[in-house]
């Protein structure tokens, strides 16, 4: 094998949590290049199966499954799906996220719990029920969509409920990674930065000050640049990393 065959993943299966738009929508377009099937999940089924007709236009096998990733009973019901009708699934990336900004003392219980119950609840619904599966199998690949908001606080928008899920999220991708490592299950997550999305609209001029000019590289990232780490962590090109927390955020941290 060399070099560049390891990041092919032809002949694999994969599931997109919240895959039918911005991010999500590019990490799967991405997988699905990269030789993978793609399961694409959204809250609504006429969301799911339209992202994973774009998909098929584009010559890339796909499925569409109605998930709301917070509720337990409905990850096992998805999951199941996925594997019976497409595939079983080689590889999760656990992308469904939400965010709900306000300060800490105006934010109210149920903005939280509706945060966390997507953010840390829905990762850890969807990575129990995939990882049996792949346990069973002999291994697998999940990668987790954490955030640099796990470790800074962005300003101007407070956001606590969110900044707490994301270092969740990160602590929750290496507990798994260690324990799961003897199953051959490997558990790696990215920590974006500010990238152009329908629900990130950084490149308006009054995000410019703080989501632009405090990055080294005094831009933001474009959804497609998201989507060969994504291949690089699901692929065997990573196959000595576990646990690692892979930062694109175009040098937002550095400082």
């Known amino acids: 094998m060399t070099a560049l065959d390891s990041f092919t993943l032809q002949g694999k299966t994969a599931l997109v949590t919240g895959g039918s738009r911005g991010l999500g929508r590019a990490m799967a377009q991405a997988l699905g290049e990269a030789g993978a099937a793609v399961a694409v999940s959204a809250r609504t089924r006429a969301s799911a199966r ?14 569409g499954v109605q998930l709301e990733v917070s509720d337990v009973s409905d990850v096992e019901r998805a999951v199941a799906e996925v594997s019976d009708e497409f595939g079983e699934i080689d590889i999760l990336l656990n992308n469904a996220g939400i965010g709900v900004g306000g300060a800490a003392f105006e934010t109210s219980d149920e903005a939280w719990r509706e945060v966390l119950a997507t953010n840390v609840d829905g990762v850890w619904f969807c ?25 800074i606080v962005n300003q101007p928008r407070w956001q606590i409920s969110y900044l707490t899920s994301k270092a969740a999220v990160h602590q929750m991708t290496k507990g798994l990674a260690a324990e799961w490592a003897p199953h051959g299950i490997r558990v790696n997550a990215m920590a974006p930065g500010y990238f152009l999305t329908e629900m990130s609209p950084v490149d308006q001029p009054e995000y410019k000050e703080w989501c632009v000019d405090p ?3 005094k831009r933001w990232g474009e959804p497609h640049e ?10 065997d090109a990573s196959s000595f990393m576990t646990g690692s927390i892979v930062t694109v955020d175009g040098g937002f941290t550095l400082f």
């Open 127 to 151: 990575s129990r029920a995939v990882g049996r599966r792949m346990a069973a199998r002999g291994g697998g690949t999940i990668v987790n969509v954490g955030s640099m908001s796990a470790e």
């Open 215 to 217: 990055a080294a590289m």
């Open 50 to 63: 339209t992202a994973a007709a774009e998909l098929e236009s584009l010559g890339i096998r796909a499925y």
């Open 226 to 235: 998201l989507g060969p780490v994504a291949i690089f962590l699901a692929s």
